[in-house]
């Protein structure tokens, strides 16, 4: 019994001794494995830390408004690139019906009224007039960091709210630009002249090259300011 009592005394010291020896070579480790003070704090959100809020109404109308017209799109995140430019409500269009080129970030109205100009004012104009679908829309793009040309104030391209087209293919292998067709012959100039009144009646800001020289080769569409303008 006295040998049994005093093995069972032995393994418990040795494990002790054991145990002292692993708490000995974590803690001479160069860092804690489980930092001290920490492990309860870990379990918890910081204090600072709140929820996603969730988008704004008109952003979410809008991209309902997108889907119950079968618009395939991605919404995009919040971006603040500096010096004033920003990507704020941004979607990116992938399917509207009617290919389009050089889409990058476009503000929600502004691909929403995109995509309703290519599909009811382009392609019945197109096919109208010109006999011919609408096999792609080429554009310059939308978003672009720059001042507005000639002025020292922000284009609306600098906060994803502008797009410039610059030329329409067509399914019989036509390509009709704005620089040569908007003085081109009668037909063109018809089609080109009824695609701008339909964008006129769906954005902010219609500029043509009836506008001026830096709009010679394409039309610009954005969705700022308060009044429409239109030339």
Not at 15 to 32: I, K, P, T
Not at 72 to 90: E, I, K, R, V, Y
Not at 192 to 212: G, M, Q, W
Not at 222 to 231: S, T, V
Request: with cysteine; charged share 20%.
């Amino acid at each position: 019994m006295k040998e049994r009592a005093w093995g069972t005394m032995a393994m418990r010291r040795m494990g002790q001794a054991a145990l002292l020896a692993v708490s000995f070579a974590l803690a001479s480790c160069g860092g804690d494995i489980v930092p001290r003070g920490r492990v309860e704090r870990a379990s918890k959100a910081p204090r600072d830390a709140r929820p996603a809020a969730p988008p704004p109404l008109e952003l979410r109308q809008c991209m309902v408004k997108l889907q119950s017209q079968s618009v395939l799109f991605t919404p995009l995140p919040d971006q603040n690139f500096g010096g004033g430019c920003t990507a704020m409500g941004s979607v990116k269009l992938l399917d509207i019906g009617v290919p389009a080129t050089n889409l990058g970030a476009m503000t929600c109205n502004l691909a929403a009224n995109f995509a309703a100009w290519a599909r009811y004012g382009v392609q019945p104009a197109a096919r109208l007039i010109l006999g011919a679908e609408i096999e792609r829309i080429e554009t310059f793009g939308t978003y672009n960091c720059r001042p507005i040309a000639g002025s020292g104030k922000l284009s609306e391209h600098a906060h994803s709210n502008a797009v410039d087209v610059s030329a329409f293919v067509l399914s019989d292998g036509r390509r009709i630009t704005i620089e040569q067709g908007w003085n081109g012959d009668r037909q063109t100039r018809q089609f080109l002249e009824i695609v701008r009144a339909s964008a006129c009646k769906r954005f902010r800001t219609v500029l043509s090259p009836d506008y001026n020289v830096a709009h010679r080769d394409h039309f610009h569409f954005d969705m700022g300011g308060r009044g429409g303008f239109c030339r």
